[in-house]
């Protein structure tokens, strides 16, 4: 079974803070993995995927097959950064299995 | 933004009815998704189809239906089936070939049961 776990449901940092926002995997076979970010008033879109292996807006993740994890690291947040963030897996066909997602709130 | 868009924004429907909502995008994609967003549940697939005149269940299927007869949209139906329709529902579509496709997501649909 294809599973996306998030666990922190909030995640709150003062800016110039580092973040973190972990996600956890469960799947069988070699999976890719993705962060999309809704930020307020806009659209669910993809902020980046592991078979890129680039930052975005600062935002990088490294997908960990040991520990099943792709979590999302930021060195220094920013007031902007604050949205509601998903890790997604896609395992097999064109499905994606989204995580319960962590609504990031940086604090000035 | 654009290339997929949602109609309506908001609906409201009465329990018992049934309520269909639009999907449509010039994007030439093959591949459209529905989705339900709901509060601490994140996003669970409804129904996807791959291409024209073909659609396969999601994770939460019962209680929609859907319709793939033209390449640009993608309908999706919410019965009276449905025991807890109220929700945001959001429509994505991806190229749907090969691997890496990313998916594009709508402005999305409210829909509320009175």
């Known amino acids: 079974a294809q599973r996306v776990t998030q666990p922190e449901k909030l995640l709150s940092v003062f800016k110039g803070a580092p973040v973190e926002l972990k996600c956890n995997y469960s799947?069988?076979?070699?999976?890719?993995l993705f962060w999309y970010v809704q930020y307020s008033r806009q659209r669910l879109q993809l902020l980046l995927r592991?078979?890129s292996r680039e930052s975005i807006k600062g935002f990088t993740a490294d997908l960990n097959k040991g520990e099943t994890s792709f979590h999302l690291k930021k060195p220094f947040a920013q007031e902007e950064d604050s949205a509601m963030y998903y890790c997604?897996?896609?395992?097999?066909?064109?499905?994606?299995?989204f995580g319960q997602g962590t609504r990031l709130t940086i604090n000035p | 933004d654009g290339g997929i868009t949602q109609s309506p924004k908001y609906l409201f429907r009465k329990e018992g009815q049934n309520v269909t909502l639009s999907c449509e995008q010039n994007?030439?994609?093959?591949?459209m998704y529905w989705y339900r967003q709901d509060p601490g549940q994140g996003l669970r697939l409804i129904y996807y189809?791959?291409?024209?005149?073909?659609?396969q269940k999601g994770d939460i299927a019962e209680g929609y239906s859907v319709s793939r007869e033209k390449k640009e949209s993608f309908p999706l139906t919410v019965t009276s089936a449905q025991k807890n329709p109220t929700a945001f529902y959001l429509c994505?579509?991806?190229?749907?070939?090969?691997?890496?496709?990313?998916?594009?997501f709508g402005p999305g649909t409210r829909l509320t049961v009175l």
């Open positions: 189809s791959q291409i024209v005149n073909d659609f």
């Open positions: 994505a579509s991806s190229k749907g070939q090969g691997n890496h496709n990313e998916q594009f």
């Open positions: 592991h078979i």
């Open positions: 997604a897996l896609r395992g097999g066909a064109q499905k994606l299995v």
């Open positions: 994007l030439n994609h093959d591949a």
């Open positions: 799947y069988s076979g070699s999976p890719e």
